[in-house]
Each structure stands twice: as structure tokens, then as C-alpha cells.
Nanobody, 123 residues
Framework: QVNLIESGGGLVQSGGSLRLSCGAS????????IGWFRQAPGKEREFASA????????YYADSVKDRFTISRDNAKNTVYLQMNSLKPVDTAVYYC????????????????WGQGAQVTVSS
């Protein structure tokens, strides 16, 4: 069992930045790939970014590429999502999720989920 907790959400103006954190109490956290997904009201959950267990490989949706940066510190059992140049369309609940093995862009592949963090970008 991996318990994930997101933090760092909030309200920011268009063009601003936020950093989300995904922390875990599980000691084997470093063996899991981590994905960030987001869900806006009335829309399906969509992939935003993912990082391999080692941190060597990162993946981004086209909609966030060059604006978001994913990273991890396995010594702290934490994955970060740095979000820059935020736009109102980025407004959503952001979830981190863990999968043992390789990273995936499909939410169906992930085994464990956090409770979500609200990100609101005002125009």
C-alpha cells in the first residue's frame, strides 16, 4: 500500500507559478513511477506528466510541455510538479498516482492515488 498526499495547490493569476508536491510514507516509493493527472469540472481525468522510478525519464502532455517540470527526490519520498506560465485552462484538481514499474500516460495503469489538490488560475 502506498499512501500519497498532494500539497501546494491554490489560487494564482494567469501567468503565475505553483509547485505541487506528492509525498508518500511508503518506504519503497523509489520503486514506483509517479504520474500527475488533472480533472477539470465536467471533464475526464487527463494525463499531465509522469516520471520514472529513477527520475531519468520524464513525460509530458503537449498541453503542458515547456511550462511544467516534473522531478523527484527519492530520499524525501516526494515528487514535484513545477507549473509555470499557468493559464485559466490549467484550472483543475490535480492528482498524483503511483504505479510499480514503468510510467504510463493512462490513468487505468496506476494503482494508488492521492486525494487531489485544487489549482485555480484566474484570468
Amino acid at each position: 500500500q502506498v499512501n500519497l498526499i498532494e500539497s501546494g495547490g491554490g489560487l494564482v493569476q494567469s501567468g503565475g507559478s505553483l509547485r505541487l508536491s506528492c509525498g508518500a510514507s511508503e518506504g519503497s516509493f523509489s520503486t514506483y513511477a509517479i504520474g500527475w493527472f488533472r480533472q477539470a469540472p465536467g471533464k475526464e481525468r487527463e494525463f499531465a506528466s509522469a516520471i520514472s522510478w529513477s527520475g531519468r525519464n520524464t513525460y509530458y502532455a503537449d498541453s503542458v510541455k515547456d511550462r511544467f517540470t516534473i522531478s523527484r527526490d527519492n530520499a524525501k519520498n516526494t515528487v514535484y510538479l513545477q507549473m509555470n506560465s499557468l493559464k485559466p485552462v490549467d484550472t483543475a484538481v490535480y492528482y498524483c498516482a503511483a504505479v510499480y514499474g514503468g510510467a504510463s500516460r493512462s490513468p487505468d495503469d496506476y494503482e494508488y492515488w492521492g486525494q487531489g489538490a485544487q489549482v485555480t488560475v484566474s484570468s
